[in-house]
């Protein structure tokens, strides 16, 4: 890494973490998303399931710690959307989880802007893309404090920030609390306009 030009981070954290293991030319980078296909609108009505709705979508796989997403005490439904090696394992462990497969484009923007939080468990992510995803939908995140979340969460009104021994249920549960108009607003600073626009000064 030393020997080229520089090493691209997409958070403060991990820039700091690059920084403290010697890395002497690390460069910001951060994610962006798109406000076209994330919008809070259209949202399903997703009849059947009891409201609230807590969601988590991305890669079913063991590094994303989806198992302390499913064992929260949670009012309402937990809704997982998409697909991978542990998919199957985790529906036949926790019945009470509805498990929607993947979903991709338009399916996936109405699945962020129908629930009424998104629960991010992840503690190994480097930036955790789905956030602003389900911020721009209009949705507050609930996260662990972990690389990405720590970076994006606080200060934003638009999710809580829970530390890595605490209470994620709660963390949820105070997320309906918040403003879905203020998450979409955050969301706008992080468009790929403006991300663009932070790279090339």
Known sequence: H?????????????????????????????????LARFRPEPREAWEGLPRPVFL???RVAVEKNIEAF????LPGTKVIVGDGPQREELKKRYPDVKFLGAKFNEDLAVCYAS?????????????GLVVLEAMASGTPVAAY????????????GAGTITPVEGD?????????????????????????RACAEAFIE
Do not use: M
Request: glycine share 10%; net charge negative.
């Open 115 to 127: 629930a009424d939080v998104f629960v991010f468990p992840s503690l190994t992510d480097t930036f």
């Open 145 to 156: 404090d972990a690389t990405g979340p720590r970076d994006v969460i606080p200060g934003s």
């Open 70 to 73: 499913a064992e929260l005490k």
């Open 2 to 34: 030393e020997a080229g030009a520089g090493t691209f981070a997409a958070t403060r954290s991990l820039r700091e973490e690059l920084a403290a293991r010697g890395f002497t030319k690390v460069r910001a980078w951060t994610r962006g998303v798109d």
């Open 56 to 58: 988590y979508a991305g």
């Open 168 to 192: 994620l249920a709660a963390g949820a549960v105070a997320c309906l609390d918040l403003d879905r108009e203020t998450c979409r607003k955050y969301a706008e600073g992080y468009s790929w």
